[in-house]
C-alpha cells in the first residue's frame, strides 16, 4: 500500500511541474501525445524545464535530490540546460535527533557512547541526506586522546532507498518502452548507475578504506591532507576519523588575508588531481568545494584538505592510455590519431571509417582552438569527445564520466580561485611524465620485474627442453647426403642461436633472480 502511495505521489509531482511534457510529447503512441496536452490545460509551466526538474526532485525528497545530482554529471545524456539546474541541488535536510545517532553507535560497538568515546558533541556539525557527522574525542591504541570525527549513517535509509529505486527502475522501464527521447536518455542505464553509486555510500568501511588509501597514495605529496581512520571505530554504520581543522575552499577572502598563496592553491589542486589520476589511477571524484578545505595550522600551512570519500574513480592503465594519448593527440591537433585511437582501443566499432570520426571529431574541438591554450577545459573537452562517440555508438565507461564530471570541478574550482591558471602548462608535465614511463625503459623494467618470478621458475627446466628439442633433431634428418648436410647445417645454426640466445636469457634470469631477491629482503 504504502509502494502505491509513494508511487502515485511520484506520478502526482511529475503531472504538477509539468515533467510528463518532457518525454510525453515524444510518445510514439497518438493517444499518449493528446493526454500529455490535456494534463498540460491550465498549469502554469512558464518556469525553465530544467528548474522545474529541479523543484520537483526537491519535492520528492533526498532520494531525489541526489538522483538528480548523479543525473547532473551525465553531460553526454542531458541538454546543458537541464545539467546546469540539477547541478545547483543540494541535499540539505534536517539533522537526525543525536539520540538515534547515539544508538546507532552503541549498537554497532556494543557498547554505550560514553565508553566508546571520552567526550561526544551531540550537536552534528553537518547533516546530509545520507549521513550526520558529530565531533569527539577519544583515546587510541597508545593512550593517547585524539580529536576525531564521527561519521553516522541516518537510520533505516535502506528499505526507503529500496523503495524509490523500485519505482525508479519500474518509470525508467515505461519511459524507455514509449518514447523515442526516453530511450535516447538511457533512463534504466542511469537508474542502474545511481544504485551502485547509494549502495557505495551505505557502506562506510568502503567510504573508510577509500580515504586510507587515497591518504597513503597522497603522503609523499606534501601538498593535501587526509583524515586518518580509526580502524577499531569503524563499521558500516559508522566511520571515525581524524577531525580536521581548515578554512572551507569557498572562504577564500579569509584564506587569502591569512597569507595563503590562491594561484599557487589553484595549481597545487590540480596537481593532486593529475597525480592522483595518472600515477595512482585512483582519483576521488567527490570534488565539490563543501568537501574541500585549507589548513592554516602552521606546519601545514596552505595544504587542502580532502574530506568525504565516498565516491572514487579508478582508472586501469589502458585507460590512462587512452586518456593521455588523447589529450596529447588533440592538442598537437592530431584529429586523425584521435579517431584512430578510439578505434585502436575498441571504443568505437572495429568498421568505423577512420575519416568519418576524424571529420566529427574535428568539428567537436577545433572550435576550442579559438581561445588560448591555457583556457581550453581539459573536462569540456572530454565530455564532446564522449558526446561525438555516442554517435558512433560508443557506451562511455562510467569511470571515465566520473573522471570527466571531476575535471569540470576541477578547473572549475581552480579558475575560481585563479583566474590566470594556465591548467595545459599546469597538467603537461604530468602527461609528458606518464608517456616517458610508458613507452620508456621504465616500462620495460617493470614488466620484466613483474615476469622475474615466472621465468625464475623456467630456469631449472631449460636444460631439460633444450636436450629434449636437439635428441628429437637427428632422427629426422636422415636420407640423401646433401639433405643430411643441409639439416646439419641448419641444426648448427639452430644450435648456435639456442645456446647464445640461452645464455643471454640465462644472464637475464640471474640479473631477475638478484633483483627479486633484493626487492624481498
Ligand atoms: N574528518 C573531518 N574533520 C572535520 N570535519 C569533518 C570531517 N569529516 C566531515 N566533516 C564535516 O562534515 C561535513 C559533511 O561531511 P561529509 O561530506 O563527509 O558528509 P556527507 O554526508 O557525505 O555530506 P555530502 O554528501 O553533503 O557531501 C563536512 O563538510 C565537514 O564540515
Not at 566499432?349 to 576524424?358: F, I, S, Y
Amino acid at each position: 500500500m504504502s509502494r502505491f502511495l509513494r508511487g502515485a505521489t511520484i506520478v502526482w509531482v511529475v503531472f504538477r511541474y509539468g515533467l510528463d511534457g518532457l518525454v510525453l510529447d515524444s510518445f510514439q503512441k497518438p493517444w499518449l501525445r493528446w493526454l500529455s496536452r490535456l494534463l498540460s490545460v491550465g498549469r502554469n509551466l512558464d518556469a525553465p524545464r530544467g528548474q522545474r526538474l529541479r523543484e520537483a526532485l526537491e519535492r520528492l525528497g533526498p532520494i531525489f535530490v541526489k538522483f538528480g545530482q548523479v543525473l547532473s554529471t551525465r553531460r553526454d545524456l542531458l541538454p546543458a540546460d537541464m545539467a546546469d539546474e540539477l547541478a545547483r541541488l543540494q541535499d540539505r535536510v534536517p539533522p537526525f535527533d543525536p539520540a538515534i545517532a547515539m544508538a546507532t553507535i552503541e549498537r554497532a560497538f556494543r557498547r554505550p557512547v560514553d565508553e566508546v568515546f571520552v567526550a561526544f558533541d551531540r550537536t552534528p556539525v553537518a547533516s546530509a541526506s545520507i549521513a550526520q557527522v558529530h565531533f569527539a574525542t577519544l583515546r587510541d591504541r597508545a593512550g593517547v586522546e585524539r580529536e576525531v570525527a564521527v561519521k553516522v549513517l541516518r537510520p533505516g535509509m535502506l528499505p526507503v532507498i529500496e523503495k524509490d529505486l523500485g519505482l525508479m527502475r519500474m518509470m525508467a522501464g515505461w519511459v524507455e518502452g514509449l518514447s523515442a527521447d526516453g530511450k535516447r536518455l538511457k533512463p534504466r542505464e542511469v537508474v542502474a548507475e545511481f544504485d551502485n553509486y547509494l549502495h557505495d555510500e551505505l557502506d562506510l568501511v568502503r567510504e573508510a578504506a577509500n580515504a586510507a588509501q587515497l591518504r597513503r597514495n597522497m603522503a609523499g605529496l606534501d601538498l593535501v591532507l587526509i583524515p586518518e581512520i580509526f580502524w577499531d571505530f569503524c563499521h558500516p554504520e559508522v566511520m571515525v576519523m581524524q577531525r580536521m581543522n581548515g578554512v572551507p575552499i569557498s572562504q577564500v577572502e579569509r584564506l587569502r588575508d591569512a597569507g595563503v598563496d590562491i594561484p599557487k592553491l589553484a595549481r597545487d589542486g590540480v596537481t593532486i588531481f593529475f597525480t592522483q589520476v595518472f600515477r595512482d589511477g585512483f582519483f576521488h571524484a567527490d570534488m565539490h568545494p563543501g568537501n574541500i578545505q585549507v589548513s592554516l595550522e602552521p606546519a601545514t600551512f596552505g595544504r587542502y584538505i580532502s574530506l568525504d570519500f565516498g565516491i572514487v574513480g579508478t582508472l586501469t592503465e589502458s585507460d590512462k592510455e587512452y586518456l593521455a594519448q588523447n589529450f596529447v593527440a588533440f592538442f598537437r591537433r592530431d584529429y586523425k590519431r584521435v579517431a584512430e585511437l578510439h578505434i585502436e582501443s575498441g571504443w568505437v566499432p572495429r568498421e568505423t571509417r577512420v575519416n568519418d570520426l576524424e571529420s566529427a571529431i574535428r568539428a567537436v574541438c577545433e572550435p576550442y582552438f579559438d581561445r588560448p591554450l591555457k583556457e581550453i577545459s581539459l573536462g569540456m573537452v572530454l565530455m564532446r569527445l564522449f558526446q561525438t562517440s555516442r554517435r558512433f555508438q560508443v557506451e562511455i565507461q562510467p569511470q571515465l564520466v566520473l573522471l570527466q564530471k571531476t575535471l569540470l570541478n576541477i578547473e572549475g574550482l581552480g579558475r575560481q580561485l585563479d583566474p590566470e591558471l594556465d591548467l595545459w602548462s599546469t597538467a603537461k608535465p604530468f602527461l609528458e611524465k606518464w608517456m616517458l614511463e610508458q613507452m620508456g625503459p621504465q616500462r620495460l623494467w617493470r614488466e620484466l620485474r613483474a615476469e622475474a618470478p615466472h621465468y625464475a621458475k623456467l630456469v631449472p627446466e631449460l636444460p631439460r627442453l633444450l636436450y629434449d628439442y636437439l635428441s628429437r633433431r637427428p632422427a629426422e634428418s636422415h636420407g640423401a647426403l646433401r639433405d643430411l648436410l643441409e639439416a646439419q647445417k641448419r641444426t648448427n645454426r639452430l644450435l648456435q642461436s639456442i645456446i647464445y640466445g640461452g645464455l643471454g636469457f640465462v644472464l637475464g634470469l640471474l640479473v631477475m633472480q638478484l633483483m627479486v631477491r633484493v626487492r624481498l629482503f
